[in-house]
């Protein structure tokens, strides 16, 4: 629409603009957000105003999703995971009819799928080993996670965008080396490209990254990757998988398997968490999608079943937003061991990581100091001597357990491939293990369709889920923010938060009472005067998203406890209060979600001492 305005035409609605929006446009520029490069030349553009939707479809309450899990006399298929794969499988066989049920021993998100790099990468590292070693199954992988790319920014806008990120170039023989991986990177996406990468000069670099070190800096090259919001996609993949009619049960925790007089699985027996009562689900068929734990179901299943994960330590740590620009990340494709290093703006911070290392499975596994201390050297290699790179600066570090499915030749975890891998057990339990979060909708698709061979399925529709807008996507707009700053009279940072968060599902978490007894802004009374998260969310949170416990709420609902444990504990008190209000819980119940939210922040890298 813009380009086919006249020079004339173009000034006046300028102007226009400036009257009605100008100021709003202004402060949402001013945001620190990981993805606003593309979105501001929409918002300076066409900043159109969409109507509020009249009706938003109401989430089943828990109860009645405890019922449903008892009542449906047998499912199609009965998933055991909540994160990103099993969730992302709930939602492909809901959408082609079939009858689901997903549970999940602890939350949505509660695992890998929260502790990601937060981004949705085609894989430059990858792409490297498939151009260097001429590995065809790494460039399968590339391809295939490039197409999954696009496909994920498409259906959840308001979660996910593009991401420009550097690589700055210190010697002038690298220069022509990266520009041609770059390049390639962009071929191999096609039609389905973000933008295009570029070379900067050295002043340039500087410009667009004023903290990188000038020392024999010679220039830098940037390519664009995709960037999201992990555990906050994780929680539209299971309510989308809800509206479309599955029965999604978090903190329900599979305590065996059931099978026929041939040993054949049918079904399970559950215990919900929250209450301790069990039951039986009957299903035709029961898919294994529990990530790092993996193992541990297919040992359920049958006690010889070999160990097909090797589990990998992932860490990363949050530094205070001035150690990157707001719109711009940072690659080092070559660290002092090897490893590769990201560097990105994330939730108005900067988030540092990764290291990969073999690891036990644990539930809430420990950032180790030395991993923390390595990413901060390595950080400071990069920046000016003007930042000093300083443990204190660290305001949560966190470690995530990736499950590698194992190869058998592996030396270390550096040569594991992260594809994905399907096996049908004797007994008839698929295990989907494997694979990463870019690539979760195609790893669905796969199982799902093995799914339906193995248990012979009839689905009343082939697989949408290229197509399917997940929940919030719908009615989200760029410049939404600025409806919800005249509507309810947020401030334009919890609007842009919100509308980021939670899309078109911003309005109902508008609706909820929360005033602030200021005379601006009137709405939104936050839970940490640092962080745009207020306590409207909190009851959103419990009324509409299934969260149970206050970690459910600081962790993957909101996400202080990622941005800042220290933030986090302090906002814990209020946290809860609003949740024994909601939950109707008692001072024993309270006390007990202190205690267990204050040991999970400690894994965030909360020091003991202030636990």
């Not at 070693?133 to 999954?148: C, F, G, I, T």
């Not at 903190?251 to 041939?262: I, M, R, S």
Request: aromatic share 8%; glycine share 6%; hydrophobic share 40%.
């Amino acid at each position: 629409m813009w380009r086919n305005l006249s020079r004339s035409q173009k000034l006046l609605s300028s102007a226009a603009l400036a009257a009605t929006a100008g100021s709003a446009v202004y402060l949402y520029d001013q945001q620190p957000r990981p993805f606003l490069l593309t979105r501001n030349n929409i918002v300076y553009a066409e900043a159109k105003q969409e109507a509020k939707p009249e009706k938003f479809w109401e989430a089943p309450s828990r109860a009645d999703m405890v019922q449903k899990l008892k009542n449906e006399k047998q499912f199609d298929l009965l998933v055991v995971g909540g994160g990103a794969t099993g969730a992302g499988t709930a939602v492909d066989a809901a959408t082609r009819g079939l009858k689901v049920a997903l549970v999940e021993r602890d939350d949505f998100a509660s695992g890998t799928s929260s502790r990601s790099t937060k981004l949705v990468h085609g894989g430059v590292r990858y792409l490297q080993k498939a151009i260097m070693e001429l590995d065809y199954e790494q460039y399968k992988l590339v391809v295939e996670a490039l197409h999954e790319r696009k496909i994920f920014l498409d259906i959840a806008p308001h979660l996910a965008g593009q991401l420009p990120i550097m690589l700055p170039v210190y010697k002038w023989w690298q220069i022509p080396y990266y520009w041609v991986g770059c390049k390639m990177y962009d071929l191999f996406a096609g039609r389905e490209a973000l933008e295009s990468s570029y070379f900067l000069t050295r002043s340039k670099a500087l410009d667009a990254f004023p903290m990188l070190k000038k020392d024999k800096l010679v220039g830098a090259l940037v390519y664009y990757d995709g960037h999201h919001n992990d555990a906050r996609m994780n929680v539209a993949l299971s309510m989308t998988a809800a509206y479309h009619g599955a029965a999604v049960l978090n903190h329900c925790e599979v305590t065996d398997l059931t099978k026929d007089d041939n040993g054949i699985i049918t079904g399970a027996t559950v215990r919900d968490n929250m209450t301790g009562e069990e039951w039986e689900v009957k299903a035709k068929g029961v898919i294994n999608a529990t990530g790092p734990f993996t193992d541990g179901l297919r040992k359920m299943d049958d006690k010889t079943n070999a160990e097909i994960v090797a589990p990998s330590a992932g860490v990363h740590i949050i530094l205070p937003n001035y150690y990157s620009p707001r719109n711009m990340g940072l690659l080092d494709p070559a660290t002092s061991d090897g490893r590769v290093i990201f560097f990105l703006p994330w939730e108005g911070s900067t988030i540092a990581g990764t290291t990969d290392s073999p690891t036990e499975v644990t539930q809430n596994p420990m950032p180790k100091e030395d991993e923390v201390k390595w990413i901060l050297d390595e950080v400071s290699h990069y920046l000016s001597k003007d930042v000093k790179v300083r443990r204190g600066d660290v305001l949560a570090a966190w470690s995530g357990i990736r499950p590698l499915v194992r190869d058998p030749h592996a030396k270390n975890t550096e040569s594991l491939v992260r594809n994905h891998m399907i096996n049908v057990s004797e007994n008839k339990l698929i295990t989907i293990a494997g694979g990463k979060w870019t690539t979760y909708r195609a790893m669905a698709q796969e199982t799902v369709d093995k799914a339906i061979e193995v248990f012979n399925l009839k689905p009343n529709a082939d697989c949408r889920t290229e197509k399917v807008m997940l929940v919030g996507s719908e009615g989200f707009t760029n410049t939404m923010f600025i409806r919800l700053i005249q509507e309810f009279g947020m401030d334009t940072e919890v609007a842009v938060h919100l509308a980021n968060s939670y899309g078109d599902r911003a309005w109902v978490v508008g609706s909820i009472d929360d005033p602030t007894n200021m005379s601006w802004p009137t709405y939104g009374k936050r839970i940490s005067p640092n962080y745009p998260y207020i306590e409207a969310e909190v009851r959103y949170a419990v009324r509409e998203e299934y969260a149970c416990t206050a970690v459910d709420v600081l962790a993957r609902r909101t996400r202080l406890a990622f941005l800042n444990a220290e933030a986090a504990l302090q906002a814990l008190p209020r946290v809860i209060e609003i949740m024994a209000d909601e939950l109707k819980w008692d001072k024993a119940r309270q006390e007990q979600e202190k205690e267990k939210a204050t040991k999970f922040l400690v894994t965030m890298g909360l020091p003991e001492s202030k636990a």
